[in-house]
T-cell receptor, first 113, second 112 residues
Framework: NAGVTQTPKFRILKIGQSMTLQCTQD?????MYWYRQDPGMGLKLIYY???????DKGEVPNGYNVSRSTTEDFPLRLELAAPSQTSVYFC????????????FGPGTRLTVL | GENVEQHPSTLSVQEGDSAVIKCTYS??????FPWYKQELGKRPQLIID?????GEKKDQRIAVTLNKTAKHFSLHITETQPEDSAVYFC???????????FGSGTKLNVKP
């Protein structure tokens, strides 16, 4: 199993540009999450999904959108990039049977100039 | 929502010494408390976790304790080694959707 994979690894955007961060998991997990990690800080939940077609906001959803059309994929969309969105973005997934380990992807380092 | 505070932000110990990292949480509904280790430029990885029906859990050199009444939990690393150097994050999960609320992290430096 590849686990959780993310693309791209790195990206530089100009202010106002848009992009989609891709996340795929092959563990058949129903629950998926997007976090952002600012330098020297913890992870903040942006959006999460409990299954295909179901998404909800986390702690810091402004400026982002998500969709979940399949169990495997959970893309994160930035519509109008701002310097405040410079961060490392991690996707994670977990089994839906109670509270348990979240498995993280390798991260996408995004810089907005 | 849940608020998790973590201390200290940095911790430097000599190889072989013990390290202790402490976290507090605010939501009494939290019932799952994982600890993640993140090496530089890598993804967070689970090292140990504890559920609210247990007061202590140990895995070799790593242990976690939980005090539900005081709403705090701690990570203990004994006989530290240079490869323990990393950033450690605590988290709390208060609901059935397994959402995690993370602390701000502790950078542990083990000096050889």
């Amino acid at each position: 199993n590849a686990g959780v994979t993310q693309t791209p690894k790195f990206r530089i955007l100009k202010i106002g540009q848009s992009m989609t961060l891709q996340c795929t998991q092959d563990m058949n997990h129903n629950y998926m999450y997007w976090y952002r990690q600012d330098p020297g800080m913890g992870l903040k939940l942006i959006y999460y999904s409990v299954g295909a077609g179901i998404t909800d906001k986390g702690e810091v959803p402004n400026g982002y959108n998500v969709s979940r059309s399949t169990t495997e994929d959970f893309p994160l969309r930035l519509e109008l990039a701002a310097p405040s969105q410079t961060s490392v973005y991690f996707c994670a997934s977990s089994d839906q049977r109670g509270n348990n380990e979240q498995f993280f992807g390798p991260g996408t380092r995004l810089t907005v100039l | 929502g849940e608020n998790v505070e973590q201390h200290p932000s940095t911790l430097s110990v000599q190889e072989g010494d013990s390290a202790v990292i402490k976290c507090t949480y605010s939501d009494s509904a939290s019932n799952y408390f994982p600890w993640y280790k993140q090496e530089l430029g890598k993804r967070p990885q689970l090292i140990i976790d504890i559920r609210s029906n247990v007061g202590e859990k140990k895995d070799q050199r790593i242990a976690v304790t939980l005090n539900k009444t005081a709403k705090h939990f701690s990570l203990h690393i004994t006989e530290t080694q240079p490869e323990d150097s990393a950033v450690y994050f605590c988290a709390a999960s208060p609901d059935n959707f397994n959402k995690f609320y993370f602390g701000s992290g502790t950078k542990l430096n083990v000096k050889p």
